[in-house]
Nanobody, 119 residues
Framework: QVQVVESGGGLVQPGGSLRLSCTNS????????MGWYRQAPGKQRELVAL???????TYADAVKGRCTISTDNAKNMVDLQMNSLKPEDTALYYC?????????????WGQGTQVTVSS
Protein backbone atom coordinates (compact mmCIF):
# COMPACT_ATOMS: atom_id res chain seq x y z
CA GLN A 1 0.00 0.00 0.00
CA VAL A 2 1.31 3.41 -0.97
CA GLN A 3 1.20 6.06 1.74
CA VAL A 4 0.47 9.63 0.72
CA VAL A 5 0.84 12.38 3.33
CA GLU A 6 0.03 16.07 2.94
CA SER A 7 1.18 18.95 5.11
CA GLY A 8 1.27 22.73 5.12
CA GLY A 9 -2.36 23.73 5.38
CA GLY A 10 -3.63 26.35 7.76
CA LEU A 11 -5.41 29.64 8.23
CA VAL A 12 -4.27 32.56 6.11
CA GLN A 13 -5.62 36.02 5.39
CA PRO A 14 -6.83 36.96 1.92
CA GLY A 15 -3.86 37.87 -0.24
CA GLY A 16 -1.56 35.64 1.75
CA SER A 17 0.46 32.59 0.72
CA LEU A 18 0.75 28.95 1.71
CA ARG A 19 2.94 26.10 0.55
CA LEU A 20 1.50 22.62 0.63
CA SER A 21 3.77 19.59 0.58
CA CYS A 22 3.07 15.96 -0.18
CA THR A 23 5.29 12.94 0.24
CA ASN A 24 4.61 9.37 -0.81
CA SER A 25 6.08 5.93 -0.36
CA UNK A 26 5.76 4.78 -3.97
CA UNK A 27 8.66 3.64 -6.08
CA UNK A 28 9.65 6.74 -8.00
CA UNK A 29 10.02 4.73 -11.19
CA UNK A 30 6.32 3.85 -11.14
CA UNK A 31 5.01 7.38 -10.64
CA UNK A 32 3.12 8.69 -13.67
CA UNK A 33 1.45 11.86 -12.42
CA MET A 34 1.21 13.71 -9.12
CA GLY A 35 -1.28 16.39 -8.35
CA TRP A 36 -3.38 18.45 -5.99
CA TYR A 37 -7.14 18.52 -5.78
CA ARG A 38 -9.50 20.36 -3.44
CA GLN A 39 -12.98 19.95 -2.10
CA ALA A 40 -14.97 22.75 -0.52
CA PRO A 41 -18.01 22.02 1.67
CA GLY A 42 -21.00 21.05 -0.45
CA LYS A 43 -18.95 20.89 -3.64
CA GLN A 44 -17.30 18.17 -5.67
CA ARG A 45 -13.61 17.51 -5.55
CA GLU A 46 -11.84 19.47 -8.28
CA LEU A 47 -8.43 19.58 -9.86
CA VAL A 48 -6.04 22.30 -8.74
CA ALA A 49 -2.80 21.31 -10.47
CA LEU A 50 -1.01 18.30 -11.95
CA UNK A 51 2.59 17.55 -12.83
CA UNK A 52 3.88 14.62 -14.81
CA UNK A 53 7.14 12.89 -14.11
CA UNK A 54 8.52 14.70 -17.12
CA UNK A 55 7.58 18.04 -15.62
CA UNK A 56 4.54 18.95 -17.70
CA UNK A 57 2.10 20.97 -15.62
CA THR A 58 -1.64 21.58 -15.78
CA TYR A 59 -3.54 24.15 -13.73
CA ALA A 60 -7.19 24.83 -13.12
CA ASP A 61 -8.29 28.16 -14.53
CA ALA A 62 -9.23 29.33 -11.04
CA VAL A 63 -5.62 29.15 -9.82
CA LYS A 64 -3.59 29.94 -12.94
CA GLY A 65 -1.04 32.63 -12.22
CA ARG A 66 -1.43 32.19 -8.47
CA CYS A 67 -0.26 28.63 -7.89
CA THR A 68 2.87 26.72 -8.82
CA ILE A 69 3.24 22.97 -8.62
CA SER A 70 6.71 21.47 -8.34
CA THR A 71 8.23 18.10 -7.66
CA ASP A 72 11.38 16.58 -6.30
CA ASN A 73 11.46 13.19 -7.94
CA ALA A 74 14.36 12.03 -5.82
CA LYS A 75 12.34 12.63 -2.67
CA ASN A 76 8.93 11.63 -4.05
CA MET A 77 7.60 15.02 -3.10
CA VAL A 78 5.16 17.34 -4.79
CA ASP A 79 4.59 20.86 -3.53
CA LEU A 80 1.95 23.45 -4.27
CA GLN A 81 2.87 27.09 -3.74
CA MET A 82 -0.27 29.19 -3.46
CA ASN A 83 -0.13 32.98 -3.59
CA SER A 84 -2.72 35.75 -3.55
CA LEU A 85 -5.12 33.45 -1.77
CA LYS A 86 -8.83 34.20 -1.87
CA PRO A 87 -11.67 33.13 0.43
CA GLU A 88 -12.94 30.90 -2.37
CA ASP A 89 -9.70 28.91 -2.13
CA THR A 90 -10.90 27.61 1.22
CA ALA A 91 -11.13 23.83 0.95
CA LEU A 92 -9.66 20.52 1.98
CA TYR A 93 -6.67 19.97 -0.29
CA TYR A 94 -5.79 16.45 -1.34
CA CYS A 95 -2.65 15.07 -2.90
CA UNK A 96 -2.97 12.33 -5.50
CA UNK A 97 -0.24 10.07 -6.77
CA UNK A 98 -0.97 8.10 -9.92
CA UNK A 99 1.15 5.07 -10.61
CA UNK A 100 1.60 3.14 -13.82
CA UNK A 101 1.90 -0.56 -13.06
CA UNK A 102 1.68 -3.30 -15.66
CA UNK A 103 -0.17 -0.98 -17.99
CA UNK A 104 -2.72 0.10 -15.39
CA UNK A 105 -3.07 3.51 -13.79
CA UNK A 106 -3.64 3.34 -10.05
CA UNK A 107 -4.52 6.33 -7.88
CA UNK A 108 -3.51 6.84 -4.27
CA TRP A 109 -4.86 9.71 -2.19
CA GLY A 110 -3.80 11.40 0.99
CA GLN A 111 -6.13 12.30 3.84
CA GLY A 112 -6.15 16.00 2.97
CA THR A 113 -4.94 19.20 4.56
CA GLN A 114 -7.28 22.07 5.37
CA VAL A 115 -6.71 25.50 3.85
CA THR A 116 -8.83 28.32 5.22
CA VAL A 117 -8.62 31.82 3.77
CA SER A 118 -10.30 34.32 6.02
CA SER A 119 -9.74 37.67 7.66
Amino acid sequence: QVQVVESGGGLVQPGGSLRLSCTNSASSSSIYVMGWYRQAPGKQRELVALITKGGTTTYADAVKGRCTISTDNAKNMVDLQMNSLKPEDTALYYCKVQLLRSGYLIDYWGQGTQVTVSS
